[in-house]
């Protein structure tokens, strides 16, 4: 290939879909991006349109030949993903059967309440390395079939195909003629042992999904086939050469290739993750993952999901009557600390390392001194305590110190932020010098199929730690005091096991 071949990377995340047109030098050439509405029918139920998502993949992808002037140069398409949201259609017409459940819904809680009581957790921890937890897909494909009239019946009959995202978009982007995964995307499913690397006939019985709904599961660098003619605005046949999760996109895009270094991406929710010299099980609280695959060759890792983080600005935010999470920044700057307030924003449940989806939010430490500023300033520190819970536990699972942490997404810019960040785990922080690592990690993925080295993402900046270690042993107390009295409220009915250990 030329080295003036350029990459189409698509990044469809949870709050926008994002285009990059991408230079082998790793220089982003345009860009696009719209937003995405998610709904809440239900409490704890999150969804959003699967027809939407793909409309939104289309649109951007106008908007990035709109700006280059046409498609030519465009050598593949490279696609990294929301994990852990699924879509089930029809296989004939391409319709979904409903909307796609996200990653965050939590519908399929009481399923999973049902296994763990029957005993079977341990099972799917083996083959899988994750947690029982309705985070994750199989429940939520069963809960599909259940629920929308017919469909167990006609997914029976063959008539339907379910997914994770990519494999949706890649379904209508092909026109139906590719119905394929990746390993990163496969080992997020809970369907799929990571061991064997294949789809697991036992956990699809247990958790009532047919087989034949599956995708091929193939490396993260294959040919995933090419587009139909008016799939988009670009001619038909241009390959797709990367599929891979936004957090594994983002690891590759930092220029991870070996353990020692770990990422986090603040998004919605933060995903740490970390490489691991083989597959490791782990004992705190973790997932054991596959990061991405090539040429057949998988890479192992240890993550940590967080479900709600950068969320938890956006929602103190509107708490407050403030415009957005910029403007819950700045009122939070306008104090030294938080006045002894913690916030854990456990808004559908606590992830990594807790796994507890009957945990809720809850506000401690309230005085008759508290303003609103030592609120805001709460919400932005709940973001990097959560991620000092996962970084502890990395580092107990590793048996070794972590050196640095790699950041990532739109929350890394954030300056407060990332100071707090680097004092509470007490290691430097270094800031990606472009948010958007997931959508280059998957151009670098597909150049590194064309035979082509692009250079990792650098950093722009770097913070660190400044705090007094007294001072950051009595703030780590004081938000694993407001943990403790968060796992200690019951929701009604609700399940008391402590996840993951």
């Known amino acids: 290939m030329s080295m003036t071949g350029r990459i189409l990377a698509i990044d469809q ?13 790793g220089r982003v050439l345009h860009q696009a991006a719209v937003p995405n509405v998610v709904t809440y029918p239900q409490p704890g139920w999150a969804e959003q349109s699967a027809t939407a998502l793909v409309e939104g993949v289309r649109q951007v992808i106008a908007e990035i030949v709109s700006k280059a002037g046409g498609s030519a140069g465009i050598a593949a398409l490279a696609i990294s993903n929301q994990r852990e949201s699924i ?9 979904p059967i409903g909307p796609c459940i996200i990653w965050q819904c939590r519908r399929s809680a009481p399923a999973c309440e ?3 009581g029957q005993g079977h957790a341990g099972m799917i921890e083996q083959k899988t390395g994750l947690a029982l937890d309705p985070l994750f897909p199989a429940a939520k494909i069963a809960w599909l079939l259940d629920n929308v009239p017919g469909a167990r019946r006609r997914a029976e009959r063959g008539e339907l195909r379910a997914g994770t995202v990519d494999s949706w978009l890649l379904w209508s982007l092909t026109a139906g003629a590719m119905h394929a995964t990746d390993h990163s995307n496969a080992a997020r499913t809970q369907l799929f042992d990571t061991s064997a690397l294949h789809w697991d006939e036992e956990l699809a019985d247990l958790f009532g999904v047919p087989m034949a709904l599956l995708p091929e599961v193939r490396s993260s660098d294959s040919n995933f086939g090419s587009l139909a003619a008016g799939a988009t605005a670009l001619p038909a046949g241009i390959p797709i050469h990367a599929m891979i999760g936004d957090s594994h996109a983002a690891l590759f895009g930092h220029g991870v290739r070996s353990p020692g270094m770990v990422k986090a991406t603040y998004g919605t929710g933060t995903s740490l993750m970390a490489l691991t010299p083989g ?3 782990s004992r705190h609280g973790l997932s054991s993952t596959i990061a991405w695959s090539q040429g057949g060759m998988v890479a192992h890792a240890l993550e940590g999901n967080i479900s709600v983080s950068g969320q938890s600005a956006a929602f103190m935010a509107d708490m407050l009557g403030l415009a957005d999470s910029a403007a819950l920044s700045a009122l939070a700057e306008s104090v030294p600390d938080s006045n002894g307030v913690a916030f854990v924003p456990a808004l559908v449940g606590l992830g990594a390392p807790y796994w507890r989806s009957d945990a809720r939010g809850t506000i401690t430490g309230l005085s008759l001194g508290t303003k609103p500023a030592h609120l805001a300033r709460a919400a932005i520190e709940a973001i990097a305590f959560q991620v000092a819970d996962v970084v502890s536990a990395m580092e107990q699972d590793m048996g070794l110190p972590i050196a640095e942490l790699r950041a990532d997404g739109g929350a890394s810019r954030n300056p407060l932020l990332m100071q707090f ?7 430097p922080v270094a800031m990606a010098a472009a948010p958007e690592v997931s959508a280059l990690g998957a151009a670098a993925l597909a150049f590194a199929r064309l035979g082509v080295a692009m250079a990792p993402v ?3 900046g770097r913070c660190e730690p400044a705090m007094a270690e007294a001072d950051r042993i009595a703030h780590r107390a004081r938000w694993s005091a407001a943990i403790t009295q968060t ?8 399940p008391t096991h402590g996840g993951q250990q």
């Open 13 to 25: 995340g949870t709050s926008n879909t994002k285009a990059l047109l991408v230079g082998a030098d």
């Open 114 to 116: 049902t296994l763990r």
């Open 458 to 460: 650098p950093a722009a």
């Open 279 to 281: 597959r490791v099980l």
């Open 487 to 494: 796992l200690n409220i019951q929701a009604p009915n609700g």
């Open 87 to 95: 879509v089930v259609w029809d296989a004939a017409t391409g319709e």
């Open 421 to 427: 960040q680097a004092d509470i785990i007490a290691r």
